[in-house]
């Protein structure tokens, strides 16, 4: 079993369309959760980076942690086509000393004017 | 701004030649890192270095080196590039917590 599974997608949605991006994860212990998007043919950029269980809100994005399920949403409000992108989760142990990051492989999001 | 910057764009190298790829971060962080990344296997972790002089595997070291002399620049070495290691090949850097990540390099190996 991977430690963190995503659907590779590709998820078609309409502008202006609510988008959710999930992940689920395996391992307990993983205390900080991302979400990064990538353009094509570019490096992923950070969204959101959260640690405790609930919500947490950036404009039209809202990151969202159920640890009693192991499982991180990303929800996009009023999606547009420049939301089109590969949208990774990753996550983490701890937040000291050195930790490694844990990726889902990442979602293609394609979002229609 | 985090800014990280890598050497090239895109390379096009032969089979058995030396390649570097350099990476440069300005944020004054401790921990760098080299990853590819393959459609369907998402990103892969080559090498990280938590300090200069300082070095660890990855999942996937084989056939790979880095060298960290200073604190803002990790480069990887690919010694003899072959043909399976025609990649996208991003850098990152990270103090505690989110890693920020290079433009990335394509690596075409012929």
């Known amino acids: 079993q991977k430690e963190v599974e995503q659907d590779p997608g590709p998820l078609s949605v309409p502008e202006g369309a609510i988008v959710s991006l999930n992940c689920t994860y395996s391992?307990?212990?993983?205390?900080?959760f991302m979400w990064y998007r990538q353009y094509s043919r570019k490096g992923p950029e950070l969204l959101m980076y959260?640690?405790?269980?609930g919500n947490k809100e950036d404009g039209r994005f809202t990151a969202q942690v159920d640890k009693s399920s192991k499982y991180i949403s990303l929800f996009i409000r009023d999606s547009q086509p420049s939301d089109s992108a590969t949208y990774l989760c990753?996550?983490?142990?701890?937040?000291?000393?050195?930790?490694?990051?844990?990726f889902g492989t990442g979602t293609r999001l394609l979002v229609s004017p | 701004d985090v800014k990280v910057t890598q050497s090239s764009r895109y390379l096009v190298k032969r089979t058995g030649e030396k390649v570097f790829l350099e990476c440069v971060q300005d944020?004054?962080?401790?921990?760098m890192f080299w990853y590819r990344q393959d459609p369907g296997l998402g990103l892969r972790l080559i090498y990280f270095?938590?300090?200069?002089?300082?070095?660890e595997k990855g999942d996937i070291p084989e056939g790979y080196s880095v060298s960290r002399e200073k604190k803002e620049r990790f480069s990887l070495i690919l010694e003899s590039a072959s043909t399976n290691q025609t990649s996208m090949y991003l850098c990152?850097?990270?103090?505690?917590?989110?890693?920020?990540f290079g433009p990335g390099t394509r690596l075409l190996v012929l």
């Open positions: 990753a996550i983490r142990w701890g937040s000291t000393g050195f930790q490694k990051l844990v």
């Open positions: 391992n307990s212990a993983f205390q900080y």
């Open positions: 959260t640690y405790s269980s």
């Open positions: 944020m004054d962080h401790e921990n």
């Open positions: 270095s938590y300090d200069v002089k300082m070095k």
């Open positions: 990152a850097s990270s103090n505690q917590g989110a890693q920020y």
